[in-house]
């Protein structure tokens, strides 16, 4: 099978998965630290940065407008904040890289701004819905040009005044919530943002945190514009998201019992927990003391056998990225599995939805799409065989949990982009027990 990066992994049978890990930091909390220390009056210290390319490339964005950053070591950054109207025009476009959380809170922050900026990004994110912010940032005044069909490349014109304003968002979108709350640091009057369901709070936190006055609440957030930020030390706690690969390959693999230290336990961000042991998972969490202002557990999964259900739709965004995993562990529950309400899965790195069960049906797994969900049919025993990541870092992870159970090596196409938000997934993996090899 070809693939676009010409990056591939084989992955197959390992053995029981066994011992301790850390995963890396908060991919969510590493863009807010660098967008919001950039902000700042004075020097932040960043601990726990995600050393992945979709932060990196946030922080390359504010080096070019102006912001010095040192990196003193991995996961560290001290960021010497230029205060809320210190950034300067950057000489070209601004590479967002694959980070669809980068590209739209910078809308929002950027349409403050008094100068041009050009938001740029890859394949994958150039395919990204941007309407969703570029058309409630319009009803603040800001001056947005999306491509076509309302893609990037994003055009934003600096200059203008923006207006606060009170929305309620079609979408639950985090990101969108928090491209508004950004533009509104710099608009005149309050912005109130209400939503459908609610999302994570990160950008509320750490603006509360470096001082801006914000009232939020689950669904529900308010500033005005006109305040400053001052400078604190940010401590990003290991990404919930990435730690998920792990308790779901445990939770399969028989024979499994596997420690995860200090993950971060936002409530809006671990519905996977409760999912998982609707379905019968034995996930013991110990509270490990707080991290940047955020309860942070030690998880130990061991092998338990699963039975399908119907996912209330009530944790779905606290689950948003965890799909590509549940519906691997859908394939391995007695029963069949529901998802509902997640059409936002089509829009994410790819369409999640179609590039997983295209993947785990020619695998030999039973998966019949929706436009906003899917029912999978567990109980199938999965063969080896070629699939596409089509670029998702999920998607891609989450196949290679699919090959431990699988009768036969899984090649895995197109596995380049892991690295925007799990560098060294693959290291961490093969030591916990995955049969995992680049091909
Ligand atoms: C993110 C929000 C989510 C999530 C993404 C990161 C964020 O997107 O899927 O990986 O950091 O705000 P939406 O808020 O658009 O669902």
């Keep these: ?17 066994r011992g301790e890990l850390a995963v890396p930091g908060d991919k969510s909390v590493s863009h807010r630290a660098i967008m919001l220390a950039s902000l700042a009056d004075g020097v932040s210290r960043v601990e726990g940065f995600l050393e992945g390319e979709d932060a990196r490339a946030t922080e390359a964005i504010f080096r070019s407008m102006g912001v010095h950053i040192e990196a003193p070591e991995a996961g560290g950054r001290i960021v010497h904040g230029v205060g809320v109207d210190g950034l300067r025009a950057p000489a070209g476009p601004l590479d967002c890289g694959n980070a669809g959380t980068g590209m739209r809170l910078l809308a929002g922050l950027l349409a403050g701004q008094s100068f041009d900026t050009t938001l740029i990004g890859d394949a994958s994110l150039s395919k990204r819905p941007m309407r969703r912010v570029t058309v409630p940032l319009s009803r603040m005044g800001a001056r947005i040009d999306t491509g076509e069909g309302g893609v990037p490349p994003l055009r934003i014109h600096g200059g203008g005044a923006l207006q606060g304003i009170d929305i309620e968002t079609e979408v639950a979108s985090a990101q969108v919530k928090s491209a508004l709350l950004l533009a509104g640091l710099y608009a005149r009057g309050t912005t109130t943002v209400r939503e459908p369901h609610p999302t994570r709070d990160y950008t509320e936190r750490m603006l509360q945190a470096l001082g801006w006055p914000i009232e939020f609440s689950p669904g529900f957030a308010r500033l005005e514009g006109g305040h400053r930020l001052a400078a604190r030390d940010i401590v990003v706690p290991a990404d ?8 779901v390959a445990a939770t399969l693999v028989p024979g499994s019992e596997l420690v995860l230290r200090r993950v971060g336990m936002n409530p809006r961000r671990t519905g996977l927990l409760h999912v998982l042991r609707l379905m019968g998972a034995e996930i013991r969490e110990t509270p490990a003391g707080e991290q940047g202002g955020e309860q942070v557990s030690d998880l130990v999964v061991r092998h338990a056998p699963l039975r399908g259900i119907e996912v209330p739709v009530e944790h779905v965004a606290d689950m948003i990225d965890e799909f590509p995993a549940l519906f691997v562990a859908a394939v391995h529950a007695q029963g069949t599995t529901v998802v509902r309400g997640a059409a936002e899965l089509r829009v994410k790195e790819s369409d999640r939805i179609a590039t997983m069960a295209a993947g785990l049906r020619t695998l030999g797994a039973r998966m019949d799409e929706t436009p906003d ?5 567990g109980g199938a025993q999965l063969q080896g065989g070629g699939v596409e990541s089509h670029g998702d870092h999920r998607i891609a992870m989450s196949f290679a949990i699919a090959a431990q159970l699988a009768d036969g090596e899984v090649r895995i196409g197109d596995i380049a982009n892991v690295a925007t938000s799990f560098p060294g997934f693959d290291a961490l993996a093969t030591r916990t027990g995955f049969g995992l090899r680049e091909a």
């Design 1 to 17: 099978m070809s693939s676009a990066t010409g990056r591939d992994w084989i992955a197959s049978k390992g053995t029981p998965l």
């Design 240 to 247: 919930f998201s990435s730690a998920a690969f792990f308790i």
């Design 373 to 377: 969900g899917a029912a999978v049919h």
